[in-house]
């Protein structure tokens, strides 16, 4: 994988949060990816698809590829179009828990410290980065690629097709989309599994704080019982995991302001006061949606908007191979 002078990959997201231009990240990501690829020893990741397949008992023989038999002394047969192409679903959360950290100044307080502040990289715009990238490369392995945002209420819907015309319309969706503050992504999960008429691979990118895990959990089962392979992104900031990172040379005893972004319920309060009661609380939430997607056949990845975004396009390429 590329370097930069000072040892940091070219895809981390702190470095991609400096370029403003959607398709241009997506490109840079996938380019530097299939790069990557080119260079590993992974066994079994093909950039390219192939076009043949291994003949098999049952297989028209009118399809051999005499010339690769003649290379390699196998029967291969050509695949046709309909045979190497997938329906892919992005699913994005655009509530605005997902807007965490904020920049949201300074306060009026001079007593109370603002928790979250300073930070550019928020993780709707790191989960920007991913569906972005994941369009882009799917497009390039001649996927059609269909794309939906919701918050409480799907926001919009765009049907899978496999033109450059069409990803260029989920690029400027992604460019220009509005968050709302609250969650219930139950209903909009189900009313996406409703629409989508062909099998596929479907990708949900979300920080899943949801008012009810349950709804959410049934809302991924509809998918999966309509015969689509479901992966989720749980997309986090690092201070969420370890309620840490508060700045440098503040006093143990300090007054933090912290705010609901979705609710903007608040409180005023030491971060020792509520460490362990959020952590065991965290922890909870974690585990309740790692043991019920599991149950369910779904796969969870967890990342933090740090996570370079070539691991999330490693986890797709190994489920859309794993499909076909």
């Known amino acids: ?3 930069s002078p000072a040892g940091r990959s070219f895809l981390d997201p702190a470095i991609l949060a400096r370029i403003g231009n959607l398709e241009l990240i997506a490109k840079f990501v996938v380019e530097g990816f299939i790069s990557g690829l080119h260079k590993s020893p992974y066994h079994g990741f093909s950039v390219e698809f192939s076009q043949y397949r291994q003949y098999m008992p049952g297989d028209d023989p009118k399809h051999i590829d005499w010339k690769a038999y003649a290379r390699t002394d196998r029967y291969y047969i050509k695949q046709f179009e309909e045979e190497t192409n997938l329906n892919c679903y992005l699913l994005l959360d655009a509530s605005e828990s997902m807007l965490h950290p904020i920049d949201e100044g300074q306060v009026d307080d001079p007593t109370i410290e603002e928790s979250g502040t300073g930070q550019k990289l928020t993780k709707l715009r790191y989960a920007s980065f991913l569906i972005a990238s994941l369009a882009y490369f799917m497009a390039k392995q001649r996927d059609a690629v269909g794309f939906a945002y919701f ?26 989309l509005q968050t709302a503050k609250s969650t219930r992504m139950g209903r909009p999960l189900h009313q996406i599994a409703e629409r989508l008429t062909k099998r596929g691979l479907v990708l949900f990118v979300s920080d899943l704080y949801d008012e009810d895990q349950t709804e959410v959990v049934e809302g991924l089962e509809h998918l999966r019982y309509e015969g689509h392979e479901v992966i989720v992104f749980h997309v986090l900031a690092h201070q969420e995991l370890a309620f840490a990172d508060f700045e440098a040379g503040r006093r143990a005893e300090a007054l933090i302001r912290f705010i609901d972004s979705e609710n903007d319920a608040e409180i005023i309060t030491t971060p020792q006061a509520i460490q362990e009661s959020y952590l065991n609380n965290f922890n909870e939430f974690l585990d309740t949606y790692r043991l019920a997607l599991r149950q369910s056949d779904i796969d969870y990845n967890m990342i933090t908007t740090a996570t370079p975004i070539d691991l999330a396009l490693a986890s797709y390429l190994a489920k859309r191979q794993g499909v076909l």
């Not at 918050?151 to 220009?176: C, F, K, M, V």
């Open 151 to 176: 918050d409480d209420t799907l926001r919009q819907y765009l049907p899978a097709r496999s033109s450059t015309s069409h990803l260029h319309s989920i690029l400027l969706t992604l460019e220009t």
């Open 1 to 3: 994988m590329q370097q």
